[in-house]
């Protein structure tokens, strides 16, 4: 019967982590770029001190959010500042701690300081690690490799050929798994936080200009998953209430009258 309680309120305890990853899909349902993650729990622990060796501790020591960089809808923009990442490339930025993190999100722009930027605030990165500015009075161009033109409206329509000034860091994530930051940025598993470059895959890097890529959250599927685990709670607290039942009366037969 104690293991019974245990294990049930394991369940029903660990089951919360899998409702907030599941509410937060629903709710990023709309927005650009994001992606559904894997949850990777580890196994609940031994409950230490003294007591019975069935008892467990009912909680969840780590988890981390393994993303799945399946491709979402593609929405025409044509907006030469909108950028979808193909296959599983990914986007280097610069997180608010300073550090490399990346991203699938290209709905980018020119911050007023002069800094190409994503709509969140993230600086983006070149190939060199450094941010990308771009000179006043002009447009802002993508080639499918990642490299950026500037062209210069000030010198007349056609009377200078658009100059590079960059280069994105994009990085093809196929042979690196990456998992989500608290931020909502990618970051090579085991970072930690700390986010940093990691080496690009086997397939080239590209992007598409003029689109956007939409979210991979599928909602009929993750209205689903939250029923199945709504159903599955239910079912863990019936079974502690009916233990907690059970314990009475055992303890009612057991009592000296």
């Given at each position: 019967m104690?293991?019974?309680i245990y294990t049930s309120l394991s369940q029903a305890t660990s089951g919360n982590v899998q409702r907030v990853q599941l509410?937060?899909?629903?709710a990023n349902v709309s927005t650009v770029g994001f992606k559904r993650a894997l949850l990777q729990r580890s196994i609940p622990s031994k409950l230490d001190g003294p007591g019975?060796?069935?008892?467990?501790?009912?909680?969840?020591?780590?988890?981390n959010d393994v993303i799945n960089l399946t491709e979402g809808n593609r929405m025409q923009t044509d907006n030469p500042m909108d950028v979808a990442l193909n296959d599983q490339t990914v986007l280097g930025v610069?997180?608010?701690?300073?550090?490399?993190?990346?991203?699938?999100?290209?709905d980018l722009r020119v911050s007023q300081d002069g800094f190409i930027e994503t709509s969140t605030g993230q600086l983006i990165s070149d190939e060199g690690?450094?941010?990308?500015?771009v000179p006043q009075g002009g447009t802002v161009t993508f080639a499918p490799d990642g490299a950026v033109f500037f062209n210069n409206a000030l010198a007349g329509a056609g009377a200078v050929?658009?100059?590079?000034?960059?280069?994105?860091?994009?990085?093809?994530?196929?042979?690196?798994?990456?998992?989500?930051?608290?931020?909502?940025?990618?970051?090579?598993?085991?970072?930690n936080g700390q986010g940093g470059d990691f080496p690009t895959g086997p397939q080239v890097t590209s992007l598409t200009s003029g689109s956007l890529e939409g979210s991979n959250?599928?909602?009929?599927?993750?209205?689903?998953?939250?029923?199945?685990?709504?159903?599955s709670f239910e079912t863990q607290i019936k079974?502690?209430?009916?233990?907690?039942?059970?314990?009475?009366?055992?303890n009612k037969l057991m009592r000296v009258t």
């Open positions: 104690d293991k019974l509410t937060n899909d629903l019975f060796e069935t008892r467990f501790q009912p909680l969840v020591a780590t988890q610069f997180a608010d701690d300073g550090n490399l993190a990346f991203t699938r999100r290209g690690g450094a941010p990308i500015t050929a658009p100059q590079q000034i960059g280069l994105l860091l994009l990085r093809d994530a196929s042979a690196t798994q990456l998992q989500r930051r608290t931020d909502g940025l990618f970051e090579e598993s085991g970072a959250v599928q909602p009929v599927e993750v209205l689903v998953e939250l029923m199945d685990y709504y159903r079974v502690i209430k009916s233990v907690e039942e059970l314990d009475k009366d055992a």
